[in-house]
């Protein structure tokens, strides 16, 4: 009997071993939050996209660049904000022991990549250093963390950026091409785009003196809205006295009246209306919105100048493209100085999610013609039928060979032998 109970008990722990067992190969075929396989159609309608995308860029005279997935910190993530940081997935070089990055924005790799043949033509030849350059890249990112409900941890990201041009016309440029890349997809008509520009809160800021612990909580009130706690951050502001007594009103004002640009400069403390920085940053606005409202016909335009998405690292333009009910932007962009350069290198540029962007395209059904096995195996020496299946894919139709009886592959046609010719027939 005790044999009978060791044995029972043998086989009663082998089960659950085995349960385990496939427990464990279950998990093992899991992948982590916010990333996913993507499978033959939206694979396929991915590659499309992103296909024909860059040869929009291209036939706009900007050169395709590819940096590297993984690279030291130092440079991935120079002058980075907090947030792209924390975004930022590090580990250590098994060959020096450095510090290295997976990269969460690919804008920071196309400055390094700028600011290595400039400033490389500003040691030999000063006019060259400033001209200006057009990069264009596509490449997946990685985050630590999902941007939104749902957000993939490994986006496919697309972009464009312009180097060595501070004139509004170079951001009209990038609004140009950013067009036609939406419009080659029908979306420009369920486009809205929000617009802001950072100089004018730096301009308040430095006028105000802020402390660098002031800046980031005016920056996190802004980004939440809060309103209450805005007026409350204004009034203590307005109690120390000084110039920034003066200015107090003003961050308030940025919210208030941020969306209408005319109220805003109106409301604007008499201060603030003299900054030659304000009054540069508001201009530009207008004209820029003005470019925008003519050339965008059918897209919504809106200002936000209490928008500080990028603050540490942008400088002038903000903004975001959202694409009809989706509440994470589509495309981010805005103005920036390259901080890798010898020189103040201006550059203005976007990214765009192409990861989502595909959700706004139908996929294009690909026709695919199959040769059955019994087709093959008769007349796999047959000049005609090797010249059919070469024809066709050169005219870029997709035709399978079954390599045994069971390849079934579904296919919306068949090629048989017909009326003194290789045709593909639908099945």
């Known amino acids: 009997m005790g044999e009978a109970f060791v044995n029972h008990n043998q086989q009663h722990f082998g089960t659950i071993a085995a349960l385990e067992g496939d427990n464990t190969r279950e998990q093992a075929w899991l992948l982590p939050d916010g990333v996913s396989d993507l499978l033959h159609t939206e694979a ?4 499309t996209l992103r296909y024909q995308l860059t040869q929009i860029l291209l036939s706009h005279g900007y050169q395709l660049v590819s940096p590297p997935f993984i690279e030291y910190t130092e440079s991935l ?15 250590i070089d098994q060959l020096t022991g450095r510090l290295m990055g997976l990269r969460a924005d690919i804008t920071p790799q196309i400055a390094r990549i700028d600011a290595y043949l400039h400033n490389n033509h500003a040691k030999t030849d000063g006019k060259t250093a400033n001209a200006v350059a057009r990069y264009c890249y596509a490449g997946h990112v990685v985050y630590t963390l999902p941007k939104g409900l749902f957000g993939s941890r490994t986006p496919l990201q697309l972009g464009a950026e312009i180097f060595g041009a501070a004139d509004l016309t170079a951001d009209q440029a990038l609004f ?6 939406l419009a080659s ?3 420009v008509s369920q486009c809205h785009i929000d617009i802001g520009h950072v100089a004018i809160f730096r301009a308040l800021v430095k006028q105000a003196d802020l402390s660098a612990s002031q800046q980031d909580e005016l920056s996190k009130l802004y980004a939440n809205k809060a309103l209450p706690e805005l007026a409350k951050f204004c009034q203590n502001l307005g109690a120390q006295g000084g110039q920034a007594a003066q200015l ?3 961050f308030y004002t940025l919210v208030q009246d941020g969306n209408d640009l005319a109220r805003l400069q109106a409301n604007l403390s008499p201060i603030a209306q003299q900054n030659a920085d304000i009054a540069q940053a508001l201009a530009d606005l207008q004209a820029l919105v ?3 409202r003519q050339t965008w016909q059918t897209a919504t335009v809106s200002v936000d100048v209490s928008e500080l998405q990028g603050y540490h690292y942008h400088t002038g333009v903000v903004f975001q493209v959202y694409v009809g009910n989706d509440a994470l932007p589509l495309v981010r962009g805005g103005r920036f100085v390259n901080p890798h350069s010898l020189h103040t290198r201006p550059a203005t540029g976007f990214s765009a999610d192409l990861t989502r962007w595909q959700n706004h395209v ?11 096995f019994a087709t093959w195996q008769a007349h796999r020496q047959d000049d ?10 050169a005219n870029g139709q997709a035709v399978v060979v079954a390599v045994n009886e069971y390849d079934m592959p579904t296919a919306s046609h068949e090629l048989r032998w017909q009326n003194g010719d290789w045709q593909a027939v639908a099945r």
Not at 44 to 47: A, G, N, S, T
Request: aromatic letters at 4%.
């Open 290 to 292: 003005a470019y925008l």
């Open 248 to 250: 107090a009103q003003d």
């Open 185 to 187: 997809t029908q979306l």
């Open 362 to 372: 139908t996929a294009i059904p690909v026709a695919l013609i199959v040769v059955p």
């Open 176 to 181: 140009d091409v950013l067009h036609a890349l």
């Open 44 to 47: 396929l309608k991915q590659e």
């Open 77 to 91: 993530l120079h002058n980075a904000s907090e947030d792209l940081k924390r975004q930022t997935f590090r580990l």
């Open 384 to 393: 005609s039928l090797q010249a059919a299946i070469a024809k066709l894919r």
